[in-house]
């Protein structure tokens, strides 16, 4: 199993910014498809973002579409999530997931390992 470690929430306010960072362990992190999935209370799991494995082709939710940006730097092995202009229904709980394919897809069931995840509180 490959363990993923994120970091970067908080709590910030309507209009801010912030930025996650997840880095896996146990292969190669350029040989993982990277993406990002979050779960409001009382609400299903959601995909936000992925990255394929050299960071070529991405997906983001729609909703997040010019605001959030996934990217990769293979050399510090670290996958981000820059989130800019925070919305209060961006609040969550959000996961970093690795594929061992080289693509990464919307579907929670295309990625085999999952972080802990780390809460990210918007305030109006």
């Known amino acids: 199993q490959v363990q993923l470690v994120e970091s970067g929430g908080g709590l910030v306010q309507a209009g801010g910014s912030l930025r996650l960072s997840c880095a896996p362990s146990?292969?190669?992190?350029?040989?993982?498809?990277m993406g990002w999935f979050r779960q409001a209370p009382g609400k299903e799991r959601e995909f936000v973002a992925s990255s394929s494995r050299t960071g070529t082709i991405i997906y983001y939710l729609d909703s997040v579409k010019g605001r959030f940006t996934i990217s990769r730097d293979n050399a510090k092995n670290t996958v981000y999530l820059q989130m800019n202009d925070l919305k209060p229904e961006d609040t969550a709980v959000y996961y970093c997931?690795?594929?061992?394919?080289?693509?990464?897809?919307?579907?929670?069931?295309?990625?085999?390992?999952w972080g802990q995840g780390t809460q990210v509180t918007v305030s109006s």
């Open positions: 997931v690795a594929s061992n394919a080289p693509l990464g897809g919307r579907q929670a069931g295309e990625y085999k390992y």
């Open positions: 146990g292969r190669s992190f350029s040989s993982y498809a």
